[in-house]
């Protein structure tokens, strides 16, 4: 089924989608799948959904091998559907097996790992890999801060010197992508900050920005920031206005001069200032 909805198109052109696959009680796998079509093969009113949808027996005459289908597989007798109702009224409630015991540390992980129900096929699923869940595109959350204001993660053993040496407690995806746009040549393409993971990948281990090899379909998105953060909400706006920007400095030049800040200079780029006023009457609103 999912490589005739994602391959196929049965449904139509598919941009983005994303699944995941869970499991009864009693072993059947199920799953939630959730499609975005193409502009051109978009839902957009009631007939356009008729023409995907049924709810009703397919004619006799008009469409044998569905009819035939459908009442094979898809419809219940009487005497079967009445049997099932009452087996599953009185299946009875799930039952679990509980030992009370005092902690002085509670471990979340193993308490959710040992109350946890996995089934015989799942558990099949998992040892031999299968798939469970899928997002496409791939979408790669950029980080924002201010200049200086970013989070620094150290062992509870490191010195304070040692933290503030340490080069790479400075280095951030933000700060990198100015870093890398420094590094390129002028007739190479400049990117948005939001558009940079579709041409670069992210090292975390070394924290660089590198080329990518393959033709992974990935997506940039900005973490969310409130314009009651100030300075921090117009930095996100330039982000996404301004293309190659080499430096919290550089991004804040507006026509070769520097503006003292980030809200200064969003309000003096002309092709921000709409932007700015439809997000306050939105805010107003």
């Known amino acids: 089924m999912k490589n005739d909805v994602v391959k196929k198109g049965v449904l139509g052109t598919v941009v983005a989608y994303v699944y995941v696959i869970e499991f009864q009680k009693r072993g059947l796998p199920h799953v939630h799948m959730l499609l975005i079509l193409g502009d051109d093969d978009k839902l957009n009113n009631l007939d356009d959904y008729d023409t995907i949808v049924r709810a009703e027996i397919p004619d006799q005459d008009e469409e044998p091998e569905l ?4 009442l094979g597989h898809m419809i219940h007798g009487p005497i079967k559907s009445v049997k099932y109702l009452y087996k599953y ?6 039952r679990v097996t509980l030992e009370v015991r005092s902690e002085a540390n509670q471990d979340e992980v193993r308490n959710y790992v040992d109350a946890r129900w996995v089934c015989a096929p799942e558990a099949l699923w998992r040892i031999f890999k299968f798939v469970m869940n899928r997002m496409y595109p791939s979408v790669e959350r950029l980080q924002i801060h201010l200049p200086d204001g970013h989070n620094v993660y150290f062992n509870a053993n490191d010195s304070v010197t040692e933290v503030v040496e340490n080069e790479s407690n400075t280095m951030t ?3 990198e992508f100015f870093t890398k746009n420094n590094t390129l040549s002028e007739d190479v393409p400049k990117y948005l900050y ?3 993971p579709e041409h670069y990948r992210w090292d975390s281990t070394h924290k660089t920005w590198e080329a990518r090899e393959t ?4 997506i940039g998105r900005i973490y969310t920031v409130s314009p009651l953060e100030g300075e921090k909400f117009y930095l996100r706006v330039l ?7 080499k430096s919290f400095e550089d991004i804040r ?13 969003a309000e003096q780029q002309e092709s921000i200032k709409a ?4 997000m306050m009457l939105k805010r107003k609103n």
């Open 194 to 196: 939001r558009e940079f």
């Open 275 to 278: 932007d700015l006023h439809k």
């Open 239 to 245: 982000l996404n206005h301004v293309r190659g920007p």
């Open 89 to 94: 009224v009185y299946k009875g409630p799930d």
């Open 67 to 70: 009819y035939n289908a459908v």
């Open 173 to 175: 995806m933000l700060t």
């Open 215 to 218: 033709n992974q379909k990935v």
């Open 253 to 265: 030049k507006v026509d070769g001069i520097t503006q003292p800040t980030f809200k200064k200079a």
